[in-house]
Antibody, heavy 118, light 110 residues
């Protein structure tokens, strides 16, 4: 069974930084592309970032480009999101999401809540 | 405001057929596959339709997807109370060089 478990969320002050992690299991991690997607309270889904199976290719939404960095450690079956210069608009549940062949955003974690507030 | 436009709400009675639209442009829907997701209250989204009109195993055939030009549509036939959820379309955008979601449609079963 595919499992994606996010961690690292919490309360952070405006201008601060946070690093999210996603522990994966139930599949061959280094064969799959991954994404971070977020959902602000009561709002819709927002794709943030993509990373290829090797980690060699990354894409970012304009809203986070230059502030967020996606990375992965295939030896540890883990995905990361380093978030800097956080603002209130970054308050959201952050999901770790796996692509599969022909199946964009096939598997989702349960999400981790990030709250940016003073 | 999303690059992909969905109606904010839709509704229907049990047994009815409803359709949810997703309107985009040549740089996204017009040149790439469309995907649909269902998000039940308090849960993570679930893939409902992939590559425009294919259903993952386990998704009832009451759900169907279609695409024409720069628009796509999700149809739900034989509406059931458990279909009450938020529905999102998603696609790659060649101009933005990234993936995008529609704003979401809240489906109410009356």
């Amino acid at each position: 069974e595919v499992q994606l478990v996010e961690s690292g969320g919490g309360l952070v002050q405006p201008g601060g930084s946070l690093r999210l992690s996603c522990a994966a299991s139930g599949f061959t991690f280094n064969n799959y592309e991954l994404n971070w997607i977020r959902q602000a309270p009561g709002k819709g889904l927002e794709w943030l970032s993509y990373i290829s199976s090797s980690g060699g290719t990354t894409y970012y939404a304009d809203s986070v480009k230059g502030r967020f960095t996606i990375s992965r450690d295939n030896a540890k079956n883990s995905l990361y999101l380093q978030m800097n210069s956080l603002g209130a608009a970054d308050t959201a549940v952050y999901y770790c999401v796996r692509d599969s062949s022909g199946h964009l955003f096939q598997d989702w974690g349960q999400g981790t809540l990030v709250t940016v507030s003073s | 405001q999303s690059v992909l436009t969905q109606p904010p709400s839709a509704s229907g009675t049990p047994g009815q057929r409803v359709a949810i639209s997703c309107s985009g442009s040549n740089s996204n829907i017009g040149s790439n596959f469309v995907y649909w997701y269902q998000q039940l209250p308090g849960t993570a989204p679930k893939l409902l339709i992939y590559t425009n009109n294919q259903r993952p195993s386990g998704v009832p055939d009451r759900f169907s997807g279609s695409k024409s030009g720069t628009s796509a549509s999700l149809a739900i036939s034989g509406l059931q109370s458990e279909d009450e959820a938020d529905y999102y379309c998603a696609v790659w955008d060649d101009s933005l060089n990234g993936r995008i979601f529609g704003g979401g449609t809240k489906l109410t079963v009356l």
